[in-house]
């Protein structure tokens, strides 16, 4: 009888699911697609899908998945048991940027800025003054490289004379941005080093370098998070690109 009694009690107690790994690959209609930011907003995780598409994100059946790209259409999905027999495979829908014809009877608005091609017109601009001004980039006795602090400087200055100016906010400044590193279980080393590829030894100047691009410190707000990772992915990409073209190649005297 007492036997009955624990069976009994033992399936009246709640299935508690377990904690899974979610293996999946993203598409558009073309390809697998990269950079694809995945967001497991039950569990407050994220990771970002790799060169083939494919990402690994700790999950559990019911967890909401979100997919999130500048470039493609957000999508949530909530997972079922067969999410997890293999691989998933989710599709995103490119976000199309052609418009149809319109006839224009107001005044023109002023130019929209766009991040993506502000970053390579900045990248030419420092092309061609490293090109011109060699002495000024070169660290103090070196032969080679690039002096990464007087990079920074020049960048602070490019944007505080180009970019256009924003409404009332106070930017994000390097002390903020360490302290958020430092404090935060979202925004922590593992997401830096690992998800944004910035060398450790390197996130200090990452700093310095997301205080010059002026990113609203309105981003700081927890519900704003997502929006916040998506500048330091953008920001993350030009240092990079930054990084491999002069942080150790020799300097072009031509």
Do not use: W
């Amino acid at each position: 009888m007492r036997l009955f009694t624990v069976l009994i009690i033992l399936l009246c107690l709640p299935i508690v699911p377990y904690a899974q790994t979610l293996n999946g690959k993203v598409y558009d209609a073309k390809a697998p697609i990269k950079n694809i930011n995945v967001f497991n907003k039950t569990q407050n995780r994220v990771t970002v899908t790799n060169e083939d598409g494919n990402f690994s994100i700790e999950a559990k059946v019911n967890d909401s998945i979100s997919f999130q790209s500048i470039f493609y259409h957000n999508k949530t999905i909530v997972l079922k048991d067969f999410h997890f027999n293999g691989v998933a495979v989710f599709e995103l829908k490119e976000i199309l940027t052609e418009l149809d014809e319109v006839e224009v009877k107001a005044e023109p608005e002023q130019p929209v800025f766009k991040e993506e091609t502000y970053n390579v017109e900045l990248q030419n601009i420092l092309k061609e003054d490293i090109k011109n001004n060699p002495h000024l980039y070169k660290p103090a006795g070196a032969t080679y490289g690039v002096d990464f602090v007087y990079l920074i400087g020049a960048v602070v200055k490019l944007f505080a004379k180009d970019k256009p100016k924003k409404p009332n906010y106070h930017p994000i400044s390097y002390t903020q941005m360490d302290s958020l590193f430092n404090k935060s279980s979202f925004f922590n080393e593992q997401l830096i080093t690992e998800n944004l590829k910035i060398p450790s030894d390197k996130k200090y100047l990452f700093y310095d370098f997301c205080e010059a691009k002026q990113i609203s410190s309105k981003l700081l707000k927890d519900e704003n998070k997502m929006q916040l990772l998506e500048e330091l992915v953008l920001n993350s990409q030009l240092f990079l690109i930054l990084l491999e073209q002069y942080g150790e190649k020799p300097l072009s005297k031509e």
